[in-house]
């Protein structure tokens, strides 16, 4: 009877947590940000094959989206604050898959059709496709970045209620989660593109995005039903109680309530009044940029403002795993089946990270975690410094770095001899995606050491740790001190910020692409790195002073709640 009781209960347990609506936001989670990850990957490769070969409209892409997030990410996030939470997260569901699915299928016809277009009009008719196609993918990304804020940001932590380790372990697991379908997702829509096609990877992509919003609806209605909190919003439902309570016929029958409904009635004309200035042609004009100044305001004003802008700076750097570092490695003689096992090291590191978090913080509290994250991650980036002056770097100043830039200008590449043209790392003859290789045209030659390049990818897979570590610390700390009816708009204006530093260190690129320059940005990248936990420090140190440096006991931890949000500073 005991054994058959205790299956029960366990039954009974597995079930409930497959039915929480804890599990139904990382199931609805996974489905978005596997589908998010696929046309991340592949809309850069359609752009590059639509283009014969060149990077040029992937550059014009990425510049769209970054710009159109740091313009509109302030605006973004003050719609999800003004609206309600289902809606906006239906809202931005069925934008983004239902844009995914149109680009999708206007990238099928222009690769089906792409020489009978090319004559239509001189291209004008191919070039306006490019321009739609661009379009629409960049209104795809602002509704996931929408979807992003809602989800991320706000429904995990009423899902979480008060509960800040459950709050931690639901952040940790989605980044978990995050992780792995940015290395698994990539390779299944590859593998589909290399044995079918890219006519065959658009159609799949759009299919995939239409049976995954189905079924993320679904879920975000059971989420919505199984939590009671979420229909409750600052602001919405609060305010309409409110109204209703002030509207008792009962208080209206005696003198004082005659009295109070005179005054509200006399305050309710007086907005009358105001309403036609507010609702004139000028303001309504000037609406999104009052949005965008009182967004970053706010922003400004909030007691973990060094906190965001440390993590923005750790966007401002060529370690990580991303197109330009990848190239970089391919000029240095690393080949695509090297560069698959240097981004698994990579996606394990960062799930160490993620699973070393829950552990610290349970020890040492939110913001001593962020600290010693950043204390790992900048000694592990010592490494990637001495790479720069290791045996079989190709470090050299004087090499200039508008030499490769300066040859595509005037034409004058071909001309010159092999030895005196830098390769560059932007060039599409080792364009690298995910690991493996898209086009190489020719085995470069082997480097005489490979210390340099062990050096520099053992500090970046290392840093994976800190790095990962303190961007859930951070996380933790804005969803848990910035206030409900302003959750939306200061994690818009984060995502702004996040994408401006990532588009200067993008620019920095483009003004030293050459890989004799590569090590500059290194030393660059570092060095904002460390002004990014220089900030940190700050803000650390303003909260908890001396007590930074003490690794709390649970029961001084008891006593000094380092975590408590009345222990952070108000203002700035």
Not at 87 to 97: C, G, H, P, R
């Amino acid at each position: 009877m005991d054994n058959a009781g205790s299956k029960k209960r366990c039954c009974e347990s597995v079930q409930e947590f497959f039915t929480s609506p804890k599990f139904l936001i990382y199931l609805g989670h996974g489905l978005s940000t596997w589908g998010d990850r696929m046309w991340n990957f592949a809309v850069a490769v359609f752009l590059v094959g639509l283009y014969g070969n060149s990077l040029l409209l992937t550059a014009v892409y990425g510049l769209v989206v970054a710009g159109s997030v740091l313009l509109l990410g302030a605006i973004i996030g003050d719609w999800v604050d003004k609206n309600p939470r289902l809606k906006v997260a239906q809202t931005s569901l069925v934008v983004q898959n239902f844009a995914v699915i149109l680009c999708g299928i206007l990238l099928m016809v222009v690769f089906q059709l792409k020489e009978q277009i090319a004559e239509l009009y001189n291209g004008w008719i191919l070039t306006c496709c490019y321009i739609l196609v661009i379009s629409i993918a960049n209104i795809a990304n602002l509704a996931s970045t929408a979807m992003s804020i809602t989800i991320q940001r706000d429904w995990v932590v009423v899902v979480a209620g008060q509960d800040s380790s459950k709050l931690a372990d639901m952040n940790a697991t989605v980044r978990i989660i995050d992780q792995l379908t940015n290395i698994l997702a990539p390779m299944l829509v590859g593998q589909i593109m290399a044995f079918g096609s890219n006519f065959i990877g658009c159609g799949f992509i759009a299919g995939w995005n239409l049976c995954s919003m189905c079924l993320e609806y679904g879920l975000l209605w059971k989420v919505y039903q199984k939590t009671p909190a979420l229909a409750l919003k600052a602001g919405k439902k609060e305010d309409d109680q409110e109204l209703k309570q002030l509207n008792f016929p009962n208080e209206l029958e005696n003198g004082k309530g005659t009295v109070e409904g005179s005054q509200l009635m006399n305050e309710m004309a007086v907005v009358k009044a105001d309403s036609p200035k507010k609702t004139s042609c000028c303001y309504q004009i000037t609406e999104p940029l009052r949005t965008i100044r009182d967004g970053w305001v706010a922003y400004y004003n909030q007691s973990i403002f060094f906190a965001g802008m440390s993590l923005s700076f750790l966007y401002m750097t060529v370690l990580g795993f991303d197109c330009i570092t990848t190239g970089y490695a391919y000029t240095q003689g690393l080949n695509g089946s090297v560069l698959s096992l240097l981004m698994g090291a990579s996606a394990v590191s960062g799930i160490c990270g993620t699973v070393a978090f829950t552990w610290v913080r349970k020890k040492c509290g939110l913001i001593r975690t962020g600290f010693i994250s950043g204390v790992v991650q900048l000694s592990c980036l010592i490494l990637c410094v001495a790479s720069v002056f290791a045996p079989g770097s190709p470090f050299d100043l004087s090499v200039s770095p508008f030499q490769d830039i300066y040859s595509h200008l005037t034409g004058n590449g071909g001309n010159l001899p092999e030895a005196d043209h830098p390769a560059s790392m932007l060039n599409i003859d080792g364009l690298l995606v995910n690991g493996s290789t898209a086009l190489p045209a020719e085995e470069l030659p082997p480097l005489q050491s490979y210390l340099s390049v062990s050096l520099l990818f053992s500090g970046v897979i290392a840093a994976r740790i800190g790095l990962w570590s303190f961007d859930l610390t951070v996380t933790q700390l804005i969803q848990e001190n910035v206030i409900e009816s302003e959750r939306g708009v200061i994690n818009g204006v984060q995502n702004s910020m996040n994408y401006l530093l990532d588009l200067l260190h993008f620019i920095m690129v483009i003004l030293a692409p050459n890989p004799e320059a590569f090590g500059l940005l290194v030393i660059l990248s570092v060095s904002f790195v460390a002004m990014g936990h220089i900030m940190y420090f700050r803000f650390a140190f303003k909260s908890l002073g001396r007590r930074l440096f003490l690794c709390c006991s649970p029961e001084q931890k008891a006593q000094a709640l380092p975590d408590s949000p009345s222990s952070l500073p108000t203002t700035v």
